[in-house]
């Protein structure tokens, strides 16, 4: 008797790719209620998300005895209780690598963007303010602080520094070989990375650690004038303290790729501040490193239903 295929159900909006595997089911649904997701999961053994679910205790208490793996297509884990999860004995995997250079292209984005007032002339032009007074900075012999000097953050060290920027980095887990090799500066605590830099942007896994990181004291340590960026997780930079930070003139601009709470309400205090830019959580939204993620998500997935746990996270 062959034994029955193993099913995956991946339920966030993600580029697949192939989905015909001998021996799998797998089942795209882009965009998956939740109840659905509940209401279904007891026929799988494995799920693939991307930030949008929230593998939670009642996900993982719906799933039931099937389950096995449970996939992220992308880097953050936030969105998965990950204690649950082990103590239910599931394996979590992400795709750790594949949406790296489309997230720090993201972040260097921004932070052009904030430099030059790109969405407040894109309004002004808009509603018939032809606004020619507006001056931007050159971020050319400028210094870019880097919270995180992991892949993400090195890769946004190595663009800044193509356009000519000086770039410090505060990171306590990277060894000092790491700042040798990339060029990077190294700033022993936060307080030094912010007391130096005309630009800060973070590239931490959002962690009880991070969570707030950047709050009113630590905004108010940068120089009047600087940039805020947050490509990394909702909430590193505290929402509250940005804004205040942004209407009373201390910063410059910030440019902000992600919320604490996603999507955000039509109130939410990002939409009313002063010279910010949003995107919508698109760091690893590129045609590029979707049909990565989709792919090594799935292979790491199916590697793992198949009993090779030597590519776990
Ligand atoms: C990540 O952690 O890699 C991003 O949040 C990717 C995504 O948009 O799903």
Known sequence: TTAAPKRVLICDEMNPGNLDFPGFEL?????????????????????????????????????????????RGGVGVDNIDLDY???????????????NVSAA??????????ARGLTRSDAKTRAGDWDRKFLGLELKDRTLGIIGLGRIGSMVADRAQGIRMNVVAYDPYVPESKFE????????????????????????????????????????????GSIAVNAARGGIIDEQALVAALNSGH??????????????TPDHIFLHAKNLGITAHLGANTVEAQERVGAEIVDRVLAALQGDVSKGA
Do not use: C, W
């Open 85 to 99: 999860a082990s103590l239910r004995g599931l394996l979590v995997l992400n795709a750790p690598e594949s949406n």
């Open 27 to 71: 089942e795209y649904e882009g965009n998956l209620p939740r109840e659905e997701i509940l209401r279904r999961l007891p026929d799988f053994d494995a799920l693939i998300t991307r930030s949008r679910t929230k593998v939670d205790r009642e996900l993982i208490d719906a799933a039931g005895p099937r389950l096995k793996v449970i996939g």
């Open 181 to 224: 090799r990339l060029g990077v500066k190294r700033a022993a605590t936060l307080d030094e990375l912010l007391a130096q830099v005309d630009a800060v942007t973070v590239h931490t896994p959002l962690t009880d650690e991070t969570r707030g990181m950047l709050g009113e004291a630590e905004l108010a340590k940068l120089k009047p």
């Open 105 to 114: 292209e993201l972040a260097i984005m921004h932070l052009m963007a904030a």
């Open 251 to 264: 910063l410059f601009a910030a440019g902000i790729d992600v919320f604490v709470d996603e999507p955000p």
